[in-house]
């Protein structure tokens, strides 16, 4: 049925339901497992959003912090793994930098997907409900069929 399965995990409940779906789908059908997180892009300054001034980070600031979500993203994985029997499944790894909607529907493409399972809310609720999740957007753009789980 399917011979490549692309799992974004973010280190929510939601996710971890997701990649169990997508786990029992590749056992079916001996598909390859695609566990993907996406670290994102850290804001160009943080005084926004903590209620002072705008003042951009120094570039050695940026980038420590770039390193440091992109630390996390590995975590997510790791946590998934625990979380989730894959035994007897071929699994590998993504991890990516920037817009997460984008970068899940593009590696998709690259990975030539037969579907995406993901969760309905990742660990970003608040920020979905206003900007509008991954998973809608992901679902609206994607060339593959899109598995949602609640």
């Not at 990649?19 to 079916?28: D, I, M, P, T, Y």
């Amino acid at each position: 049925m399917y011979q490549s399965i692309l799992v974004p995990v973010d280190g929510s409940r939601h996710a971890e339901k997701a990649l169990k779906v997508a786990a029992q789908l590749a056992k079916g059908s001996s598909a390859v497992l695609h566990l993907m997180t996406v670290a994102e892009f850290p804001p160009d300054n943080i005084g926004l959003f903590t209620g002072g001034v705008a003042e951009p980070y120094a570039e050695e600031e940026r980038e420590k912090l770039a390193k440091g979500m992109k630390e996390e993203a590995h975590k997510a994985i790791d946590q998934a793994r625990k979380e989730v029997d894959l035994l007897d499944i071929e699994v590998r790894e993504v991890v990516r930098q920037g817009r997460p909607a984008e970068l899940i529907v593009d590696q998709a493409k690259e990975l030539g997907a037969d579907v995406i399972v993901m969760g309905s809310r990742g660990v970003s609720d608040v920020r979905g409900m206003v900007f509008g999740s991954v998973s809608h957007k992901v679902s609206h753009t994607a060339d593959c069929t899109v598995i949602t789980v609640t």
